[in-house]
């Protein structure tokens, strides 16, 4: 949904676009309506146009789609397949080889035989969802009273939690490294998610804040004037931000889920992730490439599923909330 | 927030958000959070600024030596600390160049598209894979025996000697592609958000002038989503300072220094040569960087939302 704080008159705005989304229609560029254009662009030059375009987003959406292609199909591959290339410039070679293959979980069975990469999955797991769980536990509240409070200091505030979750990720571990080998709390799953707290907060209490702001304050007051504290009205209209939380849960799991350096540095063999585990594939005897596009498949799978979920906060969350959907 | 104040909660007799009776409310709400986000990044800053002064104790208790300034002035005559400050820019001004205009690009087509919806899903996929995962994946497609890409730009006669990866002259560019593939879908998505706010009757008035598609472009549609696009390019430069994982799992810095942007070479001295002190040298002067960027960022974001006026702030 489109908001506009400045007005507060989201309905009026969102209904405007509407109406422009029905104007609008399938032509070449964010041009005018279909009648105006066609004066302008006549009928063979705008199906060329249309030609263009089509190859251009075809063309786009390979580019996208074959590296997921090649880490899925190498993943089911016996090893002496997925290694085997047609000669140079003999395409129709590389056809056959890329779609004509008999698949094999044999990479996927030996991940898992080590006995080790449950633990790691379990590891991903545990440090994601509950870095999430505390993030937006906290961040539910802390945005609900930045939403609603007026204080002094209220845009420092602001920027200093903004800028905790832009800070670059290795200049935020070497401080960490240091305070977590004191407290004895290197190679274990606590520092990992402390570690992941550090941006997971900022980011819920971020989004969480735009979610407040398009709730309407006459609706806590209503509540209020029935009796009801605070406290009790701002769980009243936590339905009303639930898809938000949902998302920012999601965000947050994702963050942490696919982090490297945190667990690199700081997670060692107890509390290895999947991506740290995935990338040690590589140093371990030689390069399991069939191991490693097996666990690259089981590391992405997950959250390509919930990215799908959650597929239209998506982009206001990868972009801090600066693209309202 | 304007919305707020418009509120008749003062004549209902109810707490406003800004009386002090709201405040009592409120504190409880706000501070648990700012405690928790204080320990875990003002503590650590103060820290990090310690251990610049400091030759750093490895061993388990081993005591910390002050240094004086002896980590910075090692930084400021590092030869590898600048050539990897030229390095980041390098990559990070190619790949943003690419990303911005391949993604312009791309908003402007799937805004016209039937298929919007569909091709959103397939362009943020890439965004959900794990860098480093991202990064292993090219660098097996890179690969100069079975690598698909590799065999693929042999076969079109792209590249005549050596594999890509092992080339000072294209590793740089080969990551800058990973980074375009996974990453140029963001900046599409953020563009078509400012598109879908370009007043349509000025687009149409653009046309019955006679303007082209191009022209009406640059004089009606880009003014519109020029905020987008700094949005955008603000964000992605931060992110080519913050995520290092492509570097890791393709080149580790290699060959020959040609990939070592600074954060991976901070990531090196810190966590390979367990430099901390210097390590902490080099931090600080990101984080610095950083926050330059993050106030542009931020200053971008409020111009969407009004300023709390002076007059709010005072009442408290």
């Known amino acids: 949904m489109t908001?506009?704080?400045?007005?507060?008159?989201?309905?009026?705005?969102?209904?405007?676009?509407?109406?422009?989304?029905?104007v609008r229609g399938d032509d070449l560029l964010p041009g005018p309506a279909v009648d105006a254009r066609d004066q302008v662009v006549r009928?063979?030059?705008?199906?060329?146009?249309?030609?263009?375009?089509t190859a251009f987003l075809g063309l786009y959406v390979i580019w996208t789609l074959v590296p997921f292609y090649i880490m899925i199909t190498s993943s089911f591959k016996a090893s002496d397949a997925a290694f085997a290339l047609p000669p140079e410039g003999d395409w129709g070679g590389a056809v056959s080889q890329l779609f004509v293959f008999s698949p094999?979980?044999?990479?996927?069975?030996?991940?898992?035989?080590?006995?080790?990469?449950?633990?790691?999955?379990?590891?991903?797991?545990?440090?994601?969802?509950?870095?999430?769980?505390?993030?937006?536990?906290?961040?539910?509240?802390?945005?609900?009273a930045i939403s609603r409070g007026r204080f002094r200091g209220k845009r420092d505030l602001y920027f200093w939690i903004i800028s905790t979750r832009?800070?670059?990720?290795?200049?935020?571990?070497?401080?960490?490294?240091?305070?977590?080998?004191?407290?004895?709390?290197?190679?274990?799953?606590?520092?990992?998610?402390?570690?992941?707290?550090?941006?997971?907060?900022?980011?819920?209490?971020?989004?969480?804040?735009?979610?407040?702001?398009?709730?309407?304050?006459?609706?806590?007051?209503?509540?209020?004037?029935?009796?009801h504290s605070r406290w009790q009205a701002l769980w009243k209209i936590i339905p009303l931000v639930a898809p938000g939380l949902a998302a920012v849960v999601v965000l947050c799991i994702l963050l942490a889920w696919n982090d490297f350096i945190f667990a690199a540095v700081m997670g060692g063999?107890?509390?290895?992730?999947?991506?740290?585990?995935?990338?040690?594939?590589?140093?371990?005897?030689?390069?399991?490439?069939?191991?490693?596009?097996a666990a690259g498949v089981v590391t992405?799978?997950?959250?390509?599923?919930?990215?799908?979920?959650?597929?239209?906060?998506?982009v206001q969350g990868l972009t801090m909330g600066a693209v309202k959907q | 927030m304007a919305v707020d104040t418009a509120t008749p909660g003062a004549v209902l007799g109810t707490p406003r958000p800004n009386t002090p009776?709201?405040?009592?409310?409120?504190?409880?709400?706000?501070?648990?959070?700012?405690?928790?986000?204080?320990?875990?990044?003002?503590?650590?800053?103060?820290?990090?600024?310690?251990?610049?002064?400091?030759?750093?104790?490895?061993?388990?208790?081993?005591?910390?030596?002050?240094?004086?300034?002896?980590?910075?002035?090692?930084?400021?005559?590092?030869?590898?600390?600048?050539?990897?400050?030229?390095?980041?820019?390098?990559?990070?001004?190619?790949?943003?160049?690419?990303?911005?205009?391949?993604?312009?690009?791309?908003?402007?087509?799937?805004?016209?598209?039937?298929?919007?919806?569909l091709l959103i899903t397939v362009l943020l996929m890439p965004m959900m894979m794990a860098p480093v995962v991202a990064g292993l994946l090219w660098q097996y497609l890179y690969n100069g025996t079975f690598g698909w890409y590799f065999w693929g730009l042999r076969s079109v006669g792209l590249l005549d000697e050596g594999t890509i990866l092992g080339s000072a002259d294209t590793a740089l560019w080969a990551i800058v592609a990973v980074d375009v593939w996974e990453w140029t879908p963001l900046v599409a998505l953020i563009v078509l958000s400012g598109l879908k706010l370009v007043p349509q009757d000025?687009?149409?008035?653009?046309?019955?002038?006679?303007?082209?598609p191009v022209r009406s472009f640059f004089q009606v549609a880009l003014p519109s989503i020029k905020g987008s696009l700094m949005i955008a390019i603000l964000l992605r430069f931060m992110d080519n300072i913050r995520i290092i994982d492509h570097f890791i799992a393709l080149t580790g810095g290699g060959p020959a220094n040609s990939t070592k942007v600074l954060p991976l070479y901070l990531y090196e001295q810190s966590f390979s040569f367990f430099e901390l002190g210097y390590g902490a040298s080099i931090a600080l002067t990101l984080l610095l960087v950083t926050i330059l960027f993050g106030k542009l960022v931020v200053n971008r974001f409020e111009e969407r939302e009004p300023r709390p006026s002076k007059k709010d702030e005072e009442l408290v």
């Open chain 1, 3 to 22: 908001t506009n704080p400045r007005t507060g008159t989201r309905d009026d705005v969102t209904q405007v676009q509407d109406d422009r989304a029905d």
């Open chain 1, 43 to 53: 009928g063979r030059g705008s199906r060329i146009a249309g030609v263009v375009i």
């Open chain 1, 104 to 144: 094999t979980t044999e990479h996927y069975r030996g991940l898992f035989a080590q006995g080790e990469f449950e633990r790691y999955f379990t590891n991903s797991v545990v440090a994601a969802v509950a870095s999430a769980v505390i993030s937006v536990v906290f961040g539910t509240t802390a945005a609900y």
């Open chain 1, 166 to 227: 832009m800070a670059p990720v290795v200049a935020v571990t070497v401080p960490l490294y240091a305070i977590f080998k004191n407290f004895a709390l290197l190679n274990t799953l606590p520092a990992l998610i402390l570690a992941y707290t550090v941006f997971n907060l900022p980011f819920a209490i971020w989004i969480l804040k735009g979610f407040f702001d398009s709730v309407s304050y006459e609706i806590e007051e209503a509540y209020m004037v029935d009796g």
């Open chain 1, 269 to 293: 063999e107890a509390a290895k992730t999947l991506p740290v585990a995935t990338q040690g594939l590589k140093s371990a005897s030689g390069i399991e490439w069939g191991q490693i596009m």
């Open chain 1, 300 to 314: 992405v799978a997950p959250m390509l599923l919930l990215g799908i979920v959650i597929r239209k906060y998506m």
């Open chain 2, 21 to 117: 009776r709201a405040r009592r409310y409120l504190a409880p709400l706000l501070l648990p959070a700012v405690i928790l986000l204080a320990l875990l990044s003002i503590y650590p800053f103060v820290w990090l600024i310690y251990m610049s002064f400091h030759a750093v104790g490895l061993a388990p208790g081993a005591p910390s030596e002050f240094v004086g300034l002896d980590n910075w002035q090692r930084m400021f005559t590092d030869s590898q600390y600048w050539a990897s400050w030229g390095v980041l820019a390098r990559y990070s001004v190619v790949s943003m160049v690419l990303e911005v205009g391949l993604g312009t690009l791309l908003a402007i087509l799937l805004n016209r598209s039937k298929h919007e919806k």
């Open chain 2, 202 to 212: 000025q687009l149409e008035a653009s046309w019955m002038d006679g303007a082209g």
